[in-house]
């Protein structure tokens, strides 16, 4: 048992409070005890009055951008990790939770809730083909984003989750060029906005047409290959 852990557990054995354990299998020769129990959250010290930071997951870089509470960008940069997918399942596990510390701990220092995507898709992502459907399901991305609110209620940081549909597609064509951003640092800017109640939307009200067919071109390839584009490499 870590040491971390020993007082709070035996102080669990020796209680009436319900937990679970499990053994799980590592290896032929080796596997690990699981104890489930639950913990009250503590209170919330960190909320929206500051601004948020606006996050927006990879399976191998993770976005962050420090939104100002009036939605002006104060920040944004790019934390990048590979082994985050191609590592084994211990290290990867690592990995994740080394790149969540570094958003909670940006989180604290800066005093600001997080926002993030939401898991559950809504109808405007739904049937785009297989190769959506399997990043739908990504198990780096889930398991970074169940980490991440997990560790939001832990630290006591006020947390919303929304709906990234065309989230890069907007901070592509309203903030890319405007602040020299990446197109996932652009993207977690809008989520950040959007976390804050700003309703963000694109006219197309006098645009070229040139303009309009570039920005349907792009929907649909975002819309089809976001995480793929992020993993090989896109700036």
Sequence with gaps: ????F???L??????????????LWKDKQHFRVVID?????????IDFSNGVI????????????????????????????????????????YEIGCTIKEIINYAINSHKGIVFE???????????????NRTKSNFVWKKLVILLERKCIE???????????????????????????SIHESASYVIG????????????YKYPSKYVKELVLTLLEIKQNKFTAGLYGES
Excluded: W
């Excluded at 048992?1 to 971390?4: D, T, Y």
């Excluded at 035996?10 to 053994?23: E, M, T």
């Excluded at 996050?55 to 944004?76: F, M, W």
């Excluded at 109808?123 to 785009?128: A, G, L, R, Y």
């Design 1 to 4: 048992i870590p040491a971390k």
């Design 6 to 8: 020993e007082e709070e």
């Design 10 to 23: 035996f102080s669990l054995f020796g209680s009436d409070n319900p937990y679970n354990v499990r053994l």
């Design 37 to 45: 129990f639950e913990i009250e959250a503590p209170q919330q010290i």
């Design 54 to 93: 606006g996050i927006d997951i990879n399976p191998d870089r993770v976005a962050i951008s420090n939104v100002s509470y009036d939605g002006n960008l104060i920040k944004s940069f790019t934390t990048k990790n590979n082994r985050m997918f191609f590592a084994s399942t211990n290290k990867r596990n």
């Design 118 to 132: 939401n898991l559950k898709f809504k109808k405007e992502f739904e049937n785009q083909g297989r190769r959506f």
């Design 155 to 181: 630290n006591g940081i006020q947390y919303k989750k929304v709906n990234p549909a065309f989230t890069s597609v907007i901070g592509k064509f309203k903030y890319q060029k405007m602040y020299n951003l």
């Design 193 to 204: 906005r959007q976390g804050l109640g700003f309703n963000e939307k694109l006219s197309l």
